[in-house]
């Protein structure tokens, strides 16, 4: 906004005033903030909008905020004061992922009901048992739980259901009986399975257990088809005419390097603090386990990592400690104590006071732990290489790969 008219001179000190500091842009961390009831820092951001329900101005809030066991996102609500209009979605603050996620869920008790879900809105709902699906791009996204879940799918069913009875009487009887059925199931009166299948790899199943291993939930991480590329709006691959065959034939999934023949497991016994100084690689694709603490992360958890036992130990440790579900009101008293339980016990394996197994299983062959024998056998380390099985080879994205002839082919290249 300009200004017109005289100016008068300020006091002499005014003109040598230092100017101020330009301020510092927030870190990463400082935006995305665990959701806790005790963060009264952690405020929403309120936006002036319009009302696309009756056109005038209503109040967009947006909280950036993480969640356990996975990574950031938007929550955004719009409420209309005018016409009392309101709605809530989820996005993920992060980009596309190199693979799709699919979780499958058997719903066995109540509690199942009450897991945490970010379903984003590139991912597809699929319940088998009644033959029932919300198909990708045709909600928004969500965070909820697996009861909001069946809820939400509830009410979208009964929205139109006056009008169908007053013109497909027929039609709106069948949509009766099917919504006393999603009805029926938050009853857990016999299990049920619930598969969240999401190619941009942002949707969520909470595991409630964690650090332990959950047996109701398997995820399965795939390499998109062309046509979900597509859909996600991602940049199609070249047509494999266009490519050089070495390069379309190539055996690679990760950056990191090729897959190997065989996957690796090691076994490593931690007897003394000096193990804890042994490099670690671990790549994205290996899934790591303590037996002692009952405890097993997943592949696709904290990423590819090159780094001491210790330090990856104390990332495990910040990963589950951090868990915002054990704060404020969000909390189960068992589960705080299950999690306090496994850091007290992680922490006296890092100051040397408890023997443990650390267990890496890479199907892709590509992980790492120092032998410090070598070229001798190392007494407290046991490597395995297995063949794998159909289904790591799926989340390897090698079932689909043409590689017959691939020897024959560049032969005479060479």
Known sequence: MAVSGPVEPGPPAAAAAPSPAPARAPAPEDLFRPISAEDEEQQPTEIESLCMNCYRNGTTRLLLTKIPFFREIIVSSFSCEHCGWNDTEIQSAGRIQDQGVRYILTVRAQEDMNREVVKTDSATTRIPELDFEIPAFSQKGVLTTVEGLISRAVSGLEQDQP??????KA??????????????LKQVASPFTLIIDDP???SFVENPHAPQKDHALMITHYNRTL??????????????EEKPEEEDL????????????????????????????RDVLKSETCSVEIPELEFELGMAILGGKFTTLEGLLKDIQELVTKNPFT??????????????????????????????????????????????YA????????????KRTFDQNEE???????????????????
């Open 163 to 168: 009008a169908r009875r007053a013109n497909e």
């Open 327 to 372: 704060l404020g009101d969000s909390s189960n008293p068992g589960q705080v104590e299950k999690l306090q339980e496994f850091s007290w016990k992680l922490d006296q394996i890092l100051q040397g006071n408890m023997k443990a197994h650390f267990i890496m299983n890479d199907p892709a062959g590509n992980s790492y732990f120092q032998n410090v």
């Open 171 to 184: 039609v709106a009887e069948r949509i009766d009986e099917f919504i006393v059925k999603l009805k029926e």
């Open 227 to 240: 046509q979900q590329e597509e859909m996600l709006g991602l940049q199609a691959e070249a047509p494999p």
């Open 375 to 386: 070229p001798e056998d190392d007494p407290q380390m046991k490597v395995e290489h297995y």
């Open 396 to 414: 390897l994205g090698l079932n689909d790969m043409k590689t017959e002839g691939y020897e024959t082919g560049l032969a005479p290249q060479r």
């Open 250 to 277: 190539r055996n690679e999934v990760k950056s990191g390097g090729a897959v190997e023949p065989l996957g690796t497991k090691i076994t490593f016994h931690i007897t003394d603090p000096l193990d804890l100084t």
């Open 200 to 202: 941009s790899g942002n």
